[in-house]
T-cell receptor, first 111, second 115 residues
Framework: GENVEQHPSTLSVQEGDSAVIKCTYS??????FPWYKQELGKRPQLIID?????GEKKDQRIAVTLNKTAKHFSLHITETQPEDSAVYFC??????????FGPGTRLSVLP | KAGVTQTPRYLIKTRGQQVTLSCSPI?????VSWYQQTPGQGLQFLFE???????NKGNFPGRFSGRQFSNSRSEMNVSTLELGDSALYLC??????????????FGPGTRLTVT
């Protein structure tokens, strides 16, 4: 079955700096890769996703890149703000299969 | 459009008891997945229901079961509760599940405490 690894487990950056979180997956059949942000005491919220026919996707300060050959994808947050502090989860899935989540990255943005 | 709802939001049970949790998906969504979240353990997949059928199942013991009704509402049941079952149980719905059309949205979760 699918296995998703995520690094780093914790990340601290200064406000205004960029943050990068990386995930790898094992199943070449996976073709959908969402990223979720979970603030303390709240539900995970989808922030961006990418499908395997696209190499990069941007949404304002957030971008995701996908390298199908290497089976890894990354979340990039630019100009970080204190409200970006949260736990971020990556996930992978194939059609008809369940989502497999990475273990999460706790991002702290220091003012 | 109303979001995913879960009831109850909080629950305290005693070891050995059983519990039933409910999830109402977004209207039109046919896939409902359940996850267990514990501190430091991330999101552990329990099972997914699609059109009233269990389509995928995670690595949890048989004490964990679920079902889905014709209106896509789903319930999960945990029998013979153990202390280790204390967790936040999240359900999530999507149009088709997996990599199908549409994103997966989470409910607020049910916080289960087993004493």
């Amino acid at each position: 079955g699918e296995n998703v690894e995520q690094h780093p487990s914790t990340l601290s950056v200064q406000e205004g700096d960029s943050a990068v979180i990386k995930c790898t997956y094992s199943d070449s059949a996976s073709n959908y890769f969402p990223w979720y942000k979970q603030e303390l005491g709240k539900r995970p919220q989808l922030i961006i996703d990418i499908r395997s026919n696209v190499g990069e996707k941007k949404d304002q300060r957030i971008a995701v890149t996908l390298n199908k050959t290497a089976k890894h994808f990354s979340l990039h947050i630019t100009e970080t703000q204190p409200e970006d502090s949260a736990v971020y989860f990556c996930a992978a899935s194939a059609l008809g299969q369940n989502f497999v989540f990475g273990p999460g990255t706790r991002l702290s943005v220091l003012p | 459009k109303a979001g995913v709802t879960q009831t109850p939001r909080y629950l305290i049970k005693t070891r050995g008891q059983q519990v039933t949790l409910s999830c109402s998906p977004i209207s039109g969504h046919r896939s409902v997945s359940w996850y267990q979240q514990t501190p430091g353990q991330g999101l552990q997949f329990l099972f997914e229901y699609f059109s009233e059928t269990q389509r995928n199942k995670g690595n949890f013991p048989g004490r964990f079961s679920g079902r889905q009704f014709s209106n896509s509402r789903s319930e999960m049941n945990v029998s013979t509760l153990e202390l280790g079952d204390s967790a936040l149980y999240l359900c999530a719905s999507s149009l088709e599940g997996g990599a199908g059309d549409g994103e997966q949205y989470f409910g607020p979760g049910t916080r289960l405490t087993v004493t």
